[in-house]
């Protein structure tokens, strides 16, 4: 797994490329402030370690748009932040290197991994989960399901037998529908109400 370091703090960037540094199946290729991604692009990173103590979700949203990426979170809301800004993993910043060493192999493989203290808190009781569910069609609530296993338009189109143009239709509808701007932040409101389990 080649991987790339994000933070606002050089201290920060420097600890975790020699924490994962020593591992075997995860080679640093570069690290860069939020403001410098450009200098991550020619190295070939498989997914990024995103520091969130800048505490600003516009960079983690520019980070996860370029790479799969893994936010390391204070608090919570942090967490919850980064996940609705497009991170592909949130752990907390006591996480051990095999955690952050899995979390960036999941990431880079395209699924979504949570710390399990933020995985229960945006997982809501199960009885909650039918009553939020009114304003969603059912094809839209496959279609929130399918969003939340990280399909693409394209995939939900095929697994679903439908036109792209149809997906993509409902993957609008579910973000007005949910009040979300992007397909992550729908996922987490989902989550939060019961939509959707991660």
């Keep these: 797994m080649r991987a790339a370091v994000v933070s606002e703090d050089p201290l920060a960037r ?10 075997e199946d995860v080679a640093v290729v570069g ?12 190295l070939a990173a498989e997914a990024a370690l995103y520091d969130c103590s800048s505490h600003d979700p516009a960079s983690v949203r520019a ?14 809301a942090q967490g919850a932040e980064a996940l609705a800004a497009g991170a592909r993993a949130v752990l907390f ?5 095999d955690r952050v060493a899995a979390a960036l192999r999941a990431a880079g493989a395209g699924l979504l991994a949570l710390d399990d203290g933020l995985a229960s808190w945006i ?3 199960p009885e909650l989960s039918r009553g939020e569910a009114e304003g969603l069609t059912p094809r839209e609530a496959e279609v929130l399901g399918l969003l939340a296993e990280g ?8 697994r679903l037998s439908v036109s792209e143009r149809t ?12 009040g979300a701007e992007s397909r992550s932040e729908a996922i987490v409101l989902a989550a939060r109400r019961g939509l959707v389990t991660l």
């Design 14 to 23: 420097s600890g975790l490329a020699a924490l994962l540094a020593a591992r």
């Design 31 to 42: 690290a860069a402030a939020p403001g410098d991604l450009d200098a991550l692009r020619p």
């Design 63 to 76: 980070l996860a748009e370029a790479l799969p990426t893994v936010a390391l979170a204070a608090t919570v």
């Design 93 to 97: 910043r006591d996480a051990t290197p």
């Design 123 to 125: 997982r809501p009781p």
């Design 151 to 158: 399909l693409s338009n394209k995939g939900i189109a095929q």
């Design 167 to 178: 997906a993509k239709f409902h993957v609008e509808s579910i973000l007005g529908k949910l």
